[in-house]
């Protein structure tokens, strides 16, 4: 019997997402045994026409990382969409837009101003910025059209399923290919992740009091940060409580907070605004009453970027998606 | 399987009737998916609305309903027991307000009826994701907590017991009996206080269904009325209550000794005491703040001593709940310290007392046993009493210094036989059927009553203490031995701490605020909670045990022992296959209502306690709690047909 098909592509993403696949060590052996990889253009040599060959449907699956934000990338994965069985949103980009869709707090023209003419380090005394369509010694050359929005994958096509992470850890991308082979797939639409926040896993909770207050807020670079204590407990931001489990705790390891890479929990639509409002719930709920409205200004104000912390990940999915630009 | 959902359309005759085209209404009410009844009728809630209702619901099987009337804050309950009354749960029906919020609020027929049905639309998707909500019921605890053993307290708790209720009397200090304890003879009958209280606090420390708990604090309370849970800190005594017989032979020993504050501090006592001679219960605390084993030193003096082994160094404070139906505050008052008003010298000059200092010097169980001396010793010549002290700062008429001014003069007229008494006033306040009559007679014995502008000084010269005072519009001075301020009476220190611990408001002087000045006086705004005394403003014995006998009555006449209460319907659950246990909720809600099940690393809400607020729905970064009756997913459907 033929193995399945399996293609791994790439759009807007750091690449991360496909050392995750490398990550795997010996482990990519047992999966190159048990499918065939047909399309993955970060190691293999294949061609989009390939792709356009093959019949609809007869790849097994496709996993796709990074967001959606140039006009080739809607094209690629519209044909794997057509090509394929299954669609797994993979790594945090593809599943929520990831750090790319922090774009979405500019457009095209306000990043290619500063991009193309702004940075210091830019060299462009002519102001050339990119062109869709380029004349060039009697031809046109023509590149894909740059979004003003960066999107999900979900938003471009239907997707079955997300490995959530940034990026995914190789025990849930296993998990999850042997779930595919197995046929022990969940309910279409679900992340293959747990469905309950860090905080259920994290290896401080323990040292978390039970009733936690924000007394003032302190970004990680302006305290030593005690390795064993929740991290919450220290003034230091977490995202921890609003973000599903399943990363391996790899950020608190290493003494840092969550940032939400793995996105909102099963309960939850807008990771940013559950963020938001229960950073909002703790902040000065001891001093609240007496507070003025001055000193509770002043202490929204220690959290320079609120739109960034807490949208970090998933701006593109949530229900802002965008900064409206007039 | 798909609802049945009926939408009944009320005109309220003309009300919506004329302004909304209510036919239309229905007809787009018929259009929506699941709706098997659209209809209308002129008046929903008329005893003939709620026929046609209840026949709709049974003829149609209908398992949601929708009613597009008045504001739900009117006939809402109503609607809903008409459900009920046709085996339909309650909240499967989903009220809109048509009529303040269409008919009433635009001329414009057109705009008003595209609102309504807007509104209907929306009220139809959110009735499909509603759920049945069973209403919970929860047998009443009648006992009741009383805070405070003065006269106020100790009149409510064996008003209770003696129904067979079981009191809990709190008390913080190391004794019961409060501020009237500690005077002799009390306005206007002279009764000596000891006495006339020793029956009731004998009667409170031995009837079973009492337990009077001195020395103690109130740490929290969490849950309703009917329904609360207090937790009390016992204070480490260091004396067992069981062992002691209160023979006073650690007293001696003692190498401490401290200022002792229930003689204000007129008299020394040692760092094991009990307040005053006859206090009860009879037994000693150590005071942790001066014990010099306690703090860490050498001494084992006291123990020694003891004959009954009853000393304990490893005494620890206590935290323990109960669960009661009611509380009743009666943590009393105290006074206004006139330190800060410098143009009295009182703390600079010796000899100037207050009105509660001299209370003390002519207590027979106070640090003089009962005589009137001057600092050095000699009985004073000539009183000065000034009355009204700081009145005019604390913006009240504390309404019991002219009495006790009064009964002062009187006594001292009595105990020091030539004595004068001259007293101070700018307006005198006797107001109760025998309040004059001490006042008259005290005049009649010579005390002289000087009516001045209340700018009163007092300085020291050679001989002793000189007021200085304006009356008649001429300024005088007048040499006096020993000068009595009548000083304004205030809350407690404990009252705000109290008042936030049970969420009750304070009025603008401190005091506990009254649910109604005249007709609730006994009352808060939280049901279940009241107060009685002096925490609620400055009143005299009779008014406070008045008030103690009120609240307490009306514990008895509500508090029914056996009684169900319903609980609040509209409660948070939490999803423990979401909840990640970030304590979050548990950080923010304000009825202590959730906790953490440390087995499943999960928040749990505990439905006799919580009230339905929502504010854990919005803080939960999960979205494991949610709000029964009140959904995410109830809310968006709304929203998005009134945005569509």
């Known amino acids: ?326 | 399987m798909a609802e049945r959902i009926g939408v009944f359309v009320c005109k309220c005759g003309p009300n919506i009737g004329d302004r909304i085209d209510v036919d239309s209404v229905v007809a787009e009410a018929e259009g929506i998916e699941d709706v098997v009844t659209a209809k209308s009728h002129n008046l929903l809630c008329s005893e003939d609305g709620i026929r046609f209702l209840q026949e709709e619901i049974r003829k149609g099987g209908l398992t949601r309903v929708v009613i597009a009337a008045c504001t739900p804050k009117q006939y809402e309950q109503k609607f809903m027991r008409a459900c009920e009354g046709v085996g339909l749960n309650p909240y499967l029906l989903q009220m809109t307000n048509i009529r303040e919020q269409c008919a009433w609020v635009t001329p414009d027929p057109a705009q008003a009826t595209a609102k309504a049905k807007s509104l209907v639309r929306a009220a139809t998707m959110r009735a499909t994701l509603q759920e049945p909500i069973e209403k919970k019921e929860i047998e009443i605890h009648p006992d009741v907590l009383v805070v405070g053993s003065g006269v106020a307290g100790l009149e409510a708790t064996l008003t209770l017991a003696q129904k067979g209720r079981k009191v809990y009397l709190l008390e913080k200090s190391p004794c019961i009996g409060g501020l009237g304890a500690r005077f002799e003879e009390v306005y206007q009958t002279m009764e000596c206080a000891p006495c006339m209280l020793a029956p009731e606090l004998q009667e409170v420390l031995q009837k079973e269904n009492i337990e009077a708990i001195t020395y103690g604090e109130l740490e929290g309370v969490v849950g309703s009325y009917g329904n609360f849970t207090v937790k009390i800190r016992r204070k480490a005594r260091y004396v067992s209550e069981e062992a002691c017989i209160g023979c006073s032979a650690c007293f001696e020993p003692c190498p401490v000794e401290v200022s002792n504050e229930f003689d204000e501090g007129l008299s020394k006592r040692k760092a094991i005491y009990i307040p005053f001679a006859g206090a009860l219960p009879n037994v000693p605390v150590i005071d942790e703040a001066n014990c010099i084993k306690l703090k860490g030193g050498e001494c084992n003096a006291c123990q020694e001593a003891c004959p009954f082994d009853a000393i304990d160094f490893d005494d620890q404070d206590r935290i323990e709940e109960k669960r009661v139906g009611a509380i009743i505050l009666a943590t009393g008052s105290t006074q206004f310290n006139p330190s800060s008003l410098a143009q009295y010298g009182y703390g600079r000059f010796d000899n100037v007392l207050t009105g509660l200092e001299l209370e003390r010097l002519n207590a027979s169980n106070g640090p003089t046993g009962g005589k009137i001396l001057l600092k050095d010793g000699r009985e004073p010549r000539s009183v000065a009493f000034v009355y009204c002290v700081g009145r005019k700062e604390k913006g009240h008429c504390s309404g019991i210094c002219c009495m006790y001014s009064v009964k002062l003069a009187h006594l001292l007229k009595e105990k020091i036989p030539g004595v004068e008494v001259y007293s101070f006033y700018t307006d005198l306040c006797l107001p109760k059927k025998e309040h004059q009559r001490l006042y008259e007679e005290v005049v009649e014995k010579g005390v002289e009553f000087i009516r001045s502008n209340g700018s009163e000084r007092v300085s020291r010269d050679g001989k002793g203490l000189v007021v200085e005072y304006k009356a008649d519009s001429t300024s005088k001075s007048l040499a006096v031995d020993m000068v009595v301020l009548a000083p304004a009476i205030e809350p407690n220190p404990d009252t705000a701490k109290l008042a936030a611990i049970l969420d009750i408001p304070l009025d603008e002087r401190g005091f506990f605020s009254e649910e109604h000045p005249l007709m609730k006086s006994f009352g808060t705004p939280l049901e279940g909670v009241f107060i009685a005394g002096c925490c609620q403003g400055p009143k005299d014995i009779g008014d406070a045990v008045a008030q103690g006998g009120a609240a307490a009555g009306r514990i008895l006449s509500r508090l029914i022992p056996g009684e169900k209460l319903e609980l609040e319907p509209i409660v948070a659950v939490i999803d423990e296959e979401i909840c990640g246990g970030c304590n979050t909720c548990i950080s923010i809600c304000p009825y202590s209502a959730i906790s953490r099940d440390e087995e499943k690393k999960v928040a749990v809400v505990d439905d006799t306690l919580c009230r339905g607020c929502g504010t854990c729905v919005a803080a939960c970064p999960t979205g494991a709690a949610r709000a029964k009756h009140f959904t995410n997913e109830e809310i968006f459907a709304e929203i998005r047909e009134v945005v569509r």
């Not at chain 1, 993955?40 to 990074?66: C, L, Q, R, T, Y």
């Not at chain 1, 990831?98 to 500019?106: E, H, R, S, V, Y």
């Not at chain 1, 046109?140 to 079955?160: A, G, K």
């Open chain 1, 1 to 326: 019997m033929a193995k399945p098909k399996v293609a791994l592509y790439w759009c807007a993403s750091c690449g991360g997402c496909e050392e995750a696949v490398v990550d795997l060590a010996e482990d990519i052996l047992k999966v190159v045994e048990a499918v065939d990889i047909i399309f993955w253009p970060v190691a293999m040599d294949f061609k989009k026409a390939d792709v356009e060959g093959m019949a609809d449907g007869e790849i097994a699956v496709s996993f796709i990382n990074g967001a959606i934000r140039t006009e080739e990338q809607g094209e690629m994965v519209k044909l794997l969409r057509r090509k394929s069985g299954l669609v797994v949103a993979f790594g945090s980009c593809a599943h929520l837009g990831g750090i790319p869709g922090l774009a979405n707090f500019w457009n095209r023209e306000t990043i290619f101003e500063r991009v193309y003419k702004g940075v210091p380090t830019m060299d462009n005394p002519e102001g050339v910025l990119p062109q869709t369509r380029t004349a060039v010694a009697g031809k046109e050359l023509t590149i894909p059209e740059f979004w003003d929005t960066v999107h999900t994958l979900d938003q471009v096509i239907p997707v079955d399923y997300y490995l959530p992470g940034c990026a995914p850890p190789p025990d849930l991308i296993m998990n999850a290919i042997t779930a595919i082979l197995e046929g022990k797939l969940p309910e279409k639409g679900a992340v293959l992740a747990p469905d309950k926040s860090l905080c259920d896993t994290c290896p401080l909770a323990d040292s978390k009091p039970e009733k936690l207050s924000l007394k003032e807020v302190k970004r990680p670079y302006e305290v030593i940060l005690d390795p064993e204590k929740c991290f919450l407990a220290q003034g230091v931001i977490c995202l921890g409580p609003a973000t599903r489990s399943g990363c391996g705790e790899r950020c608190i390891n290493a003494c840092m907070p969550c940032r939400g890479c793995f996105g909102p929990t099963k309960g939850a639509r807008d990771q940013g605004a559950r963020s938001l409002s229960f950073v909002a719930s703790l902040l000065g709920i001891e001093e609240e009453e007496k507070m003025t409205d001055e000193e509770v200004e002043k202490l929204i104000d220690q959290i320079p970027d609120p739109a960034g912390l807490f949208y970090m990940y998933s701006l593109p999915s949530s229900l802002l998606r965008r900064r409206i630009m007039k």
